[in-house]
Structure formats: C-alpha cells, structure tokens
C-alpha cells in the first residue's frame, strides 16, 4: 500500500525553536514566534501541498486558534490538500457537528478529514462547559460517532443515550465522499471507541515495539466488531543530508529549553489524566540525558509540549529505514510536523519522500502538469527556502 502523508499547521505559531503547549500546557516558546496568521499558515499550508503531503492536521483546545474556522479559511487558498480537523464531541450537537462537516465537505471539493480528540483533562474540559469525567467523556465520544455516521448515512436518527439524545434528527444533504475519522487514545476506553467507529487509529510517536503492540490491541478489538482499521502515526520529523547535520539541530533545539521551562512544564504534564500522555512522559523521564529512545526516535521535544513529544532524527535515508520499519509494523499514514514548518516540510519533502518514492512506497498525490519535465520530481518544481533542501 502507498503510504500517505500529512503535515501539521501550527495554529498557536511556529518558531525555530520548539514552541510548547497542548494537554492543559499553556503555549509559549523557547524563541521568537512566528504568529499564526492566515498569511503563514498557509504558506505551510501549499508548501505541504506543492511537496505532496496529502492532508494538514489543525490541533484543538485553549492553547491554539478553532480548527474549524482556521482550516475553512485556508481552503480558498489550496487546490488539492485536505484539512485534518481536530475537534472535540460534546462541546457541539451531534448534528450540527454533522451538518458542519457535510457542509465543509461539501464546499471544499471533499477535503475534510475529522480527528476526533475525547478531551484528556478535565480541568480544560472544564473550562468550556464540560464537567463529566473521563471514562463518561469516552462513552459520550461513543454515542456522539454513532449519531454522526448514522447521519451521514441519510439516516433519520432517533437516540436516546446516557449523555445524548435526539429525535428526528436528519441532514438536508449528506456529504460525499463521507469524511473519514480519525482517533486515537491507549486507554481501554478508548480502544473501544476507535475498534467501533474510527477509519484510522493513530499513535504517537513510540518505540516500534510499543507500537506494534498498539496496533495488536486496537486491531483485536476491532477484529471482535468486525471491522479493520488504517493506522498513522504522530511524530516530528528532523531530516538532514547527514546525520550529523540532523543530531546538531536536535542539540541546537534541546539548547534552547530552559531548564525552569522543562521544570514547569513537565510537572502540569504530570497531572494529565491521559494514558498516552503518561506513554509519552515515560520516554524521558523529564531528563535531558538519553534522549534517543530507539534508533533515530528522539524525545527532546515532549520536555516543553504536551501530545507529540518525539521526533524522527537523521539523514534522509536513516529516516526513510524508520519509515520503513513502522510501514511494517502496519502504519500506512503518517502526520508529521517539524520547527520551523516552513522549512521542515522541505526538508523532508525533498530529502526523503524521493527515497521513498524509489523504493515503490510514495507517490506524489497530484497529477504532474504537462509542462514539466519527464523525470523532474513534482517536488522540485518550487525552489526551496535558502538554507532548507
């Protein structure tokens, strides 16, 4: 299978520096910031489009600006790349959410894609409204997917539930194609969530055992409600010519933490009441030292940022082998980010995609114009920034 590829729009801004935030973490930066103005994000957003990444993903919470609006916005300004929009169930109606979506889908040539985030703290959550805890934040996700798919089916939807109810509930027009559902979660409760209604499981970014073992879980379940599943996963990406080149930005970033930061930040991680949050502070410890938790896998960024915390670290080739080994594991889809993203996305779109694309697992998602060249990547047609191949 063609493995496809996502980027990542930084919707709380972007830097040269690790810019941190997420999971309750307020957001901030080891350096100066680049806003997060329509006018950058999306230049990320055809930067992605131009290298071939097949979709974006827009984060949700306090710490960044509504995925939603943020990604219609941005629609009028690319042709080919969908939006991987974050949002969390209960703070919205079931069917208003699915009209939204019908209506996104519908208005952007079917370029919606949906991450469904149950919400792992409840002082957050709290914060808009929600007070149930988090097992009933599960069983809620549970009936609010039921209700939306049964919508986007054409169904006339009567439901009466623990956490929600609704009577008569129909769409005007359903969205073609229906958009495909994303979720991800290690915890039992949401294993059961993902093996009944999702599209494609994602992970972040951990050892390949852990996540092979991941992948058996959700996969049994799933199995038990007659369904298969895709799988992504959710890492960094520090791609350079040399190994070398790549460890020196990963070293030039961790010199950029300050300690009292790392302190702070790790210690409101530590109250996250996520199970893959706790996964993700286990890689480090909350230490400087030993960072390179598996071949090329670097935890140097989950010191400052809540979710995501670990990058794939090496030459272009070193991170196409790691690719490679997750791809084997079952991993098709892959959502990646990186700091700067302008830069990163060249970097990586330039420097492994090729490779991959040699070794019969990529290929660019766009029709090559009749204009270029026979034998010229796609990729290649926009000249990168200085400094960033």
């Known amino acids: 299978m063609t493995l496809t590829f996502h980027w990542f729009l930084p919707t709380y801004g972007d830097s040269r520096d690790i810019?941190?935030?997420?999971?309750?973490?307020?957001?901030?930066?080891?350096?100066?910031?680049?806003?997060?103005?329509?006018?950058?994000?999306?230049?990320?957003?055809?930067?992605?489009?131009?290298?071939?990444?097949?979709?974006?993903?827009?984060?949700?919470?306090?710490?960044?600006?509504?995925?939603?609006?943020?990604?219609?916005?941005?629609?009028?300004?690319?042709?080919?790349?969908?939006?991987?929009?974050?949002?969390?169930?209960?703070?919205?109606?079931?069917?208003?959410?699915?009209?939204?979506?019908?209506?996104?889908?519908?208005?952007?040539?079917?370029?919606?894609?949906?991450?469904?985030?149950?919400?792992?703290?409840?002082?957050?959550?709290?914060?808009?409204?929600?007070?149930?805890?988090?097992?009933?934040?599960?069983?809620?996700?549970?009936?609010?997917?039921?209700?939306?798919?049964?919508?986007?089916?054409?169904?006339?939807?009567?439901?009466?539930?623990?956490?929600?109810?609704?009577?008569?509930?129909?769409?005007?027009?359903?969205?073609?194609?229906?958009?495909?559902?994303?979720?991800?979660?290690?915890?039992?409760?949401?294993?059961?969530?993902?093996?009944?209604?999702?599209?494609?499981?994602?992970?972040?970014?951990?050892?390949?055992?852990?996540?092979?073992?991941?992948?058996?879980?959700?996969?049994?379940?799933?199995?038990?409600?007659g369904r298969t599943l895709r799988h992504g996963i959710r890492l960094h990406v520090i791609s350079r010519d040399t190994a070398e080149q790549a460890w020196a930005q990963a070293r030039r970033l961790l010199d950029g933490i300050d300690p009292e930061t790392v302190a702070q930040v790790q210690a409101g991680l530590a109250r996250s009441e996520s199970e893959g949050q706790k996964r993700m502070l286990a890689l480090h410890g909350g230490r400087r030292d030993n960072l390179e938790i598996a071949p090329n896998l670097w935890a140097g960024v989950g010191l400052v940022r809540g979710g995501a915390g670990t990058a794939l670290v090496g030459s272009h080739t070193e991170v196409a082998d790691r690719i490679e080994e997750y791809h084997r594991l079952g991993i098709t889809e892959f959502v990646l980010s990186g700091h700067p993203h302008v830069e990163e996305a060249y970097w990586f779109g330039e420097g492994v995609l090729p490779i991959l694309r040699a070794r019969g697992l990529w290929e660019h998602p766009a029709v090559v114009a009749d204009t270029q060249p026979a034998g010229i990547p796609f990729a290649a047609a926009t000249p990168a920034p200085a400094g960033a191949r």
């Open 19 to 225: 810019v941190g935030g997420g999971h309750g973490v307020p957001a901030g930066t080891a350096g100066g910031a680049r806003p997060a103005t329509l006018a950058y994000l999306g230049q990320i957003a055809r930067t992605a489009e131009q290298l071939g990444f097949v979709g974006a993903l827009t984060p949700t919470g306090a710490w960044c600006e509504d995925a939603w609006l943020t990604t219609a916005m941005l629609v009028e300004v690319t042709e080919r790349l969908k939006f991987l929009v974050a949002f969390r169930p209960g703070l919205v109606s079931p069917t208003l959410a699915a009209q939204m979506g019908a209506t996104f889908q519908r208005h952007s040539r079917g370029r919606l894609l949906l991450n469904v985030v149950t919400g792992g703290e409840s002082h957050e959550q709290r914060a808009y409204g929600d007070f149930l805890d988090k097992d009933a934040r599960y069983a809620r996700t549970d009936e609010f997917l039921h209700i939306v798919r049964a919508l986007w089916r054409g169904e006339t939807v009567d439901f009466t539930g623990e956490h929600l109810r609704v009577e008569g509930a129909t769409l005007a027009r359903v969205p073609d194609p229906t958009p495909d559902i994303y979720f991800g979660g290690s915890s039992p409760a949401a294993g059961r969530v993902a093996a009944r209604h999702v599209d494609t499981y994602l992970t972040w970014g951990e050892p390949p055992d852990a996540v092979a073992e991941k992948i058996a879980w959700v996969n049994g379940l799933a199995a038990a409600e």
